[in-house]
């Protein structure tokens, strides 16, 4: 089975055309993109927000709440509902968008409440001190501090999304997801796990994208003050 895995994936006919794993990489990374983009533009002023205002815990917990709902199901559901409505391929792109920017929304927004309620009162203080309006505070000092647990937000949903997504395909939705239901349609199996294996390929590739991002834009005195971050990457993936 392995060297069957491994003809498939360095075979040239399978990277080539509409339907090779070099159009199919690039739609889940598209996806995975816009999907992961549409979730920090909710969850990241939502969850600044909150950690700054006190204000709305509820709604994180609210949709840590969402994790329950059964991706499948609710990506089923959604589809029925829109597809009358929709007349083109829009009736199965956007349930599946919306049913993973939902997937993606609770770590993300989980993160930025978390890092900036970890603040220093002892920080807001002096910067409050200083004649810092609400505004200056969240920008110059709160959100620089959060970025650590912000980030590990940001890979948990890119992991979740990169991972979930091969699940649309069940509704028409491109992606490496195709590989893995054709294959097993065709009981070619070796197809199904060279997919599978592309997917697990491509998580991990993204998160250390994402990994070399946050050190770069995260100062090292900070990465290292968050002695909790592994344990919130842990539980945000769990």
């Known amino acids: 089975m392995i060297a069957r895995i ?6 040239p006919e399978s990277w080539s055309g509409p339907d090779g794993l070099a159009a199919r990489l690039g739609e889940h990374l598209l996806y995975s993109a816009i999907v992961v983009a549409l979730a920090a533009l909710i969850a990241i002023p939502l969850g600044l927000w909150v950690g700054h205002s006190g204000r709305g815990r509820w709604l994180v917990s609210l949709a840590n709440s969402l994790r329950a709902v059964p991706t499948l199901g609710l990506l089923f559901a959604l ?23 939902i997937l993606a929304v609770p770590p993300i927004l989980s993160g930025a409440y978390a890092g900036v309620e970890a603040v220093d009162p002892a920080a807001l203080d002096a910067a409050r001190g200083m004649g810092m309006r609400p505004p200056a ?13 912000l980030f590990s937000g940001l890979r948990s949903a ?25 294959g097993l349609a065709a009981g070619d199996y070796a197809v199904t796990a060279g997919g599978a294996l592309v997917v697990a390929l491509l998580a991990l590739a993204v998160d250390q994208v994402l990994g070399l991002v946050e050190r770069t834009v995260v100062s090292p005195g900070l990465r290292t003050r968050h002695s909790g971050l592994l344990r919130f990457r842990r539980a945000t993936t769990s």
């Open 6 to 11: 491994l003809d498939w994936l360095t075979a």
């Open 137 to 149: 505070v969240l920008r110059t000092v709160e959100l620089p501090i959060a970025l650590p647990l």
């Open 158 to 182: 890119a992991l979740q999304v990169i991972a979930t997504a091969t699940v649309a395909a069940y509704v028409g939705l491109g992606g490496l997801g195709r590989f893995l239901i054709d």
């Open 79 to 101: 589809t029925l509902w829109l597809a009358p409505h929709l007349g083109s391929d829009l009736a199965f792109t956007l349930p599946s968008l919306v049913v993973l920017v």
